[in-house]
């Protein structure tokens, strides 16, 4: 199908909603322009409406042919609560991108992917453009319990090895994603490379379990991001001892030469105004989603 790239008409809306989990959405957007250039590790930042906050999330997939991508975004706080009610039909205000440098993808041998929560989806297309390369693929996903695993089938069907890991053992291995790795190292596996996405004290443990055997790993850093273009310096992140931006440098970086600590302790900065934040919504919209 060819699209009329000056038009704005239907632009920016869900042409097809799906809830995978009771705080996670898949969003399938029309934006032709961001589809005709999308690569694997490229991020958008979209608004719900004018003058809402931004959000920065990951391309899992892109039709150039039917001018849509797709996003997967999990409720964290007030605007994410808020995207995921939306239904199929309705509109984003702005979808800004493709943002971000692109993963480059080439031939490694052995790819592990090792995926968390919500980063499983943002794992998948990276995984896939590796497969696709010729690469094997070992996908290791974890998640708190069963029915917060999202993309098995779709991991499993770009995958040579698949590896659960539930924390309450409700699918899979009962244990961490770094258990398996450590079960992997053991039985001989040599791995290429390692592309690890999720929460960030999970990908801080990802890097310490490659780290003495010396694999290649990157970890895609989640900054609190706000233009998105290396202008606001909100996105700096500590990389072998210098300031990168996680936005135009990132947000794949060195996990080895990442330091954790200051990320987690940057990320943390506005917990109490987020809270607040979440609260009145969900006061205001009679919901407990995203609350614990
Ligand atoms: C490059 C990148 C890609 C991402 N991809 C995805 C994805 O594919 N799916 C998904 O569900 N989430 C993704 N995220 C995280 C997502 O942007 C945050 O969950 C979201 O911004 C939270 O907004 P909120 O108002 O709902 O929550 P808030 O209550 O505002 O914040 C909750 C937590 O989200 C993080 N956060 C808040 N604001 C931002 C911001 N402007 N930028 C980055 N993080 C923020 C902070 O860690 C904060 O503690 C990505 C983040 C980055 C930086
Ligand atoms: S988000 Fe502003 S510099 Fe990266």
Redesign the pocket.
């Known amino acids: 199908m060819k699209h009329d790239i000056y038009s704005t008409e239907g632009l920016y809306k869900i042409i097809e909603k799906a809830d995978l989990s009771p705080t ?1 959405s898949k969003h399938v957007i029309y934006a032709p322009l961001i589809a005709a250039k999308a690569q694997p590790g490229h ?1 958008v930042i979209l608004r719900s409406r004018p003058g809402g ?6 391309l ?1 997939d892109w039709s150039p042919a039917d001018g849509t991508v797709t ?11 808020e995207i995921n009610a939306f239904k199929q039909g309705d509109s984003f205000s702005d979808v800004a991108g493709p943002l ?1 440098t692109p993963v480059e993808i080439k031939n490694w041998g052995t790819v592990m992917g090792v995926g968390g929560g ?1 980063g499983i ?2 794992l998948y297309p990276i995984a896939r453009a590796y497969k696709n390369a010729g690469n094997k693929v070992i996908s290791v996903l974890g998640a708190r319990s069963k029915a917060l695993l999202i993309l098995e089938a779709e991991m499993a069907s770009i995958s040579d090895k698949i590896i659960i890991t539930t924390d309450d053992g409700s699918a899979g291995k009962k244990g961490l994603v770094t258990d398996a790795m450590k079960d992997l190292y053991a039985a001989g596996e040599k791995i290429g490379a390692i592309f690890t996405i999720g929460p960030i004290i999970m990908m801080k443990f990802v890097a310490e379990t490659s780290r003495p055997h010396a694999t290649p790993t990157f970890a ?7 233009d998105g273009t290396g202008m606001c310096g909100g ?1 700096r992140v500590e990389v072998g001892g210098k300031s990168r931006f ?2 135009v440098d ?2 794949m970086f060195d996990a080895h030469q990442t330091n954790f600590d200051a990320l987690l302790k940057r ?2 900065a ?2 109490e105004q ?2 607040e ?2 609260e009145k919504y969900a006061k205001d919209h009679n919901c407990k989603i ?1 609350l614990h």
């Open positions: 996670i991020f906050e931004r959000i920065p999330v990951t899992v996003v997967i975004i999990q409720s964290l706080g007030k605007s994410t609560t971000g919500v989806a943002e895609s850093l989640n900054p609190v991001m706000l996105c996680a936005c990132g947000p990320t943390a506005y917990r987020e809270r934040s979440l995203g």
